[in-house]
Structures are given as structure tokens and as C-alpha cells.
């Protein structure tokens, strides 16, 4: 089978909330793989040294994917509930406001994960585990 059709079996067996956990999943766990050390380093230079290595573009990924969250959010299509979008609009306006100071490298990565592994563990009907003070 080539991947063509494998993708094409991904897309017909699994909702869009599935896709959307786990590319948020993989997102999310690449930010915190190539992350490594980001937080725990305020010398500029060693964290623009892992933004280069890898975290730049899982950062961007990120931001794709919370970009394509929101355009589809504010479709007059969405049946989700207002107040559960807004809410959603909102996380997403930050997540692009702190991926961009992280790719300057400032602020603090650990946020950013955590916001991403609550909402994947909602996705995937989970309750979130209680957010620590980032």
C-alpha cells in the first residue's frame, strides 16, 4: 500500500477531534523534545543555539497548527459552542503572541507545552491534569 493510500485510510477511519489530537500530540512532543534545555538557560546565545537546532520549527509547526485551529473556529460554518470557541480563539492569539517571543528567545517554553497537552488530553476526552504556575 503506498502512502498515499495510507494517509487516505488515516483520514477516512479517524474524526477530525482524532486528527487534531494527534497532530497536536506530535507537535507538542517534538516542542518538548527539541525544547531541552531552553528553560533552564537565560544565556541568549544557548537558546537561540536550540531555537536552531530544531525548536524554531517545531515552534512553527505549532503555530500552523493553532493558525489552522483558529481559522476553522471562526468559520460561520462552526457549530461549536460560542463561548468554547472564544475561549479556544483566545489560547490560540496567545499561543502565537508566545511562540513569537520564544523564537526571539525569551520566555518560557514549559507554558506553551503545558497549554498544548491540556487541550490534547480534552481532544482526546481526557481531563487535564492541573496546570502548575508557569
Excluded: C
Amino acid at each position: 500500500m503506498g502512502l498515499a493510500a495510507y494517509k487516505r485510510t488515516i483520514r477516512e477511519s479517524e474524526t477530525p477531534r482524532q486528527i487534531e489530537r494527534r497532530i497536536l500530540s506530535r507537535v507538542t512532543h517534538d516542542l518538548a523534545e527539541k525544547g531541552q534545555g531552553f528553560d533552564a538557560t537565560e544565556d541568549k546565545s544557548e537558546r537561540l543555539n536550540i531555537l536552531s537546532t530544531g525548536l524554531r520549527d517545531a515552534l512553527y509547526e505549532n503555530q500552523r497548527f493553532w493558525s489552522a485551529l483558529r481559522y476553522d473556529l471562526a468559520e460561520p460554518g462552526n457549530t461549536m459552542p460560542d463561548a468554547l470557541k472564544a475561549s479556544l480563539i483566545s489560547i490560540a492569539l496567545w499561543v502565537e503572541r508566545h511562540s513569537t517571543a520564544l523564537m526571539a528567545g525569551e520566555g518560557r517554553l514549559a507554558g506553551l507545552v503545558e497549554i498544548n497537552g491540556n487541550i490534547a488530553a480534552g481532544l482526546a476526552g481526557q481531563a487535564a491534569p492541573v496546570m502548575r504556575e508557569v
